[in-house]
């Protein structure tokens, strides 16, 4: 018997269930139909792009078993996306993707020197004193300058960016430190950069990391006795990004490894590129000598997206997705939601899967509900300035007593509870929160937090004191 797109299809979707759960197969498998079967490739069609996104960022390696059982090793996957109910548009909307359209970047091979203690025989074609390490860049792909619009929050960063990845290490933006807001776009240019730099020089080694991974790498060093091989493995690294920086603060153990990986990458030649939540000036308990080197290149700033910028961002999307709207509803998006890109795409997307999966006509009603409900859920990024301003409103004093040397009671029970609030709603270490909290150590906030659990346990007015106050910060 031969095989139809029906046939092949349906034995896939048999395999496909027993191995995820009913929901997830009820949602994002009966849905689609198959099309055409022409030799090894199954085209099957899907109701919107970003249903086909979704398909190929969690599913896409049990689609790959499924239709390799099927078709055999060369078997391929096509999608065609048809959009029924594209706005002011009877005829569908049809798109035709291939799976997996970008390719992940390739591992990257160095050779390193070392050291062999072990009296065995040689290979006589390895070269001595040389192994060879295999690097993941561990950048994305799907983050490019392709889809980074430009605007007039972003234009310097991303000017910037675009000739560090023409030039790497040759120009004088080094370090390149892009800074700015959560959800921003930092991250997406970092990753934006590397990708550029490894099409455009495949020899060269690049590094993204996060600042948090990098000093968890940096403990586990220290463990292992093997502080001296951390350092020359981040010294083989033409490009390294590091994603964060700021979280470095208070971590002087980790700053001083990063200062010596640092000053030889610069005087090397190589690139640096960082990001952070704040500019250089405004970052809390990192050395001065390395905040000195940060400022020797270029602080780039990215600034909330302009009314303009927001409305090119939201017409990408749609225009990615294959999907029209009127330009009352994409207007009503970019005024309303004004603080990140991400939060932008979030509302836009809650758009598209609503009119996807529920075959609702996108109205001005529609959009206003979604929107109100997102910038609702939407949680504020609570800094530990707000924290003190509501522990001072709370208790009727101003910042300047809460951080004061004064020992009274009430003061240092609200400064307490700045300290203990501080460290459950922000990441900053305990020596960033002493410090910005009237200038005490880490160990006066361990204290705070430690007085401020048995006070909750024995003291009724004051646990409705810490209930109160946490109330407010999580409006």
Not at 20 to 48: M, R
Request: charge should be positive; glycine fraction near 4%.
């Amino acid at each position: 018997m031969s095989k139809t797109a029906q046939s092949v299809w349906e034995n896939c979707l048999a395999f496909i269930k027993d191995n995820i759960q009913e929901q997830a197969f009820k949602t994002w498998f009966e849905p689609i139909k198959s099309v055409e079967l022409t030799d090894n490739a199954l085209y099957i069609q899907v109701p919107s792009k970003f249903f086909y996104e979704w398909l190929e960022e969690h599913y896409v390696k049990l689609l790959k078993v499924a239709l390799t059982k099927e078709l055999g090793k060369n078997a391929k996957l096509l999608y065609k996306i048809k959009m029924e109910n594209t706005y002011g548009n009877k005829q569908p909307f049809t798109e035709q993707l291939p799976s997996a359209h970008r390719s992940p970047i390739k591992s990257q091979e160095v050779d390193a020197p070392f050291k062999n203690l072990n009296p065995e025989l040689k290979n006589p074609f390895v070269i001595p004193g040389i192994r060879n390490l295999k690097i993941e860049s561990q950048l994305n792909p799907n983050y490019s300058f392709d889809n980074f619009l430009e605007g007039d929050s972003n234009r310097l960063a991303r000017s910037a960016g675009m000739a560090v990845a023409n030039k790497p290490g040759g120009t004088s933006f080094n370090p390149l430190l892009i800074f700015g807001g959560v959800g921003l776009g930092k991250t997406h240019l970092a990753h934006a950069i590397g990708v550029e730099i490894k099409d455009k020089y495949p020899e060269k080694t690049v590094l993204y990391i996060s600042a948090e991974v990098f000093t968890q790498q940096y403990i586990d060093s220290v463990k292992k006795n093997n502080r001296n091989d951390f350092i020359h493995f981040y010294q083989l690294i033409d490009v390294l990004i590091i994603d964060d920086v700021q979280f470095l603060s208070g971590k002087s153990g980790t700053q001083d490894v990063f200062f010596h990986i640092f000053n030889y990458l610069h005087q090397n030649g190589k690139q640096v590129i960082l990001t952070s939540d704040k500019a250089p000036v405004d970052m809390q308990d990192i050395e001065q000598r390395l905040l000195s080197r940060f400022k020797w290149g270029l602080s780039a700033e990215l600034h909330q997206p302009d009314y303009e910028t927001r409305i090119s961002i939201l017409k990408n999307i749609l225009y990615r997705d294959g999907v029209e709207m009127p330009d009352e509803i994409i207007e009503y998006v970019a005024r309303n939601i004004k603080s990140n890109v991400r939060e932008l795409e979030g509302a836009i997307i809650s758009l598209i899967a609503q009119s996807s999966f529920n075959k609702k006509e996108v109205t001005l009603d529609l959009t206003k509900s979604i929107v109100e409900k997102f910038v609702k859920n939407v949680k504020r990024e609570i800094s530990i300035d707000y924290i003190q301003k509501v522990v001072s409103d709370y208790f009727q004093l101003d910042v300047d007593t809460l951080q004061s040397k004064t020992r009274k009671r009430h003061v240092v029970q609200a400064r307490q509870l700045a300290m203990f609030f501080a460290k459950k709603f922000t990441k900053a270490s305990l020596a960033n929160i002493g410090s910005q909290i009237g200038d005490r150590d880490h160990a006066t906030v361990l204290h705070a937090c430690k007085t401020v659990d048995n006070l909750v346990s024995t003291d009724k007015q004051f646990k409705k004191f810490v209930e109160d106050i946490h109330k407010k910060l999580s409006l």
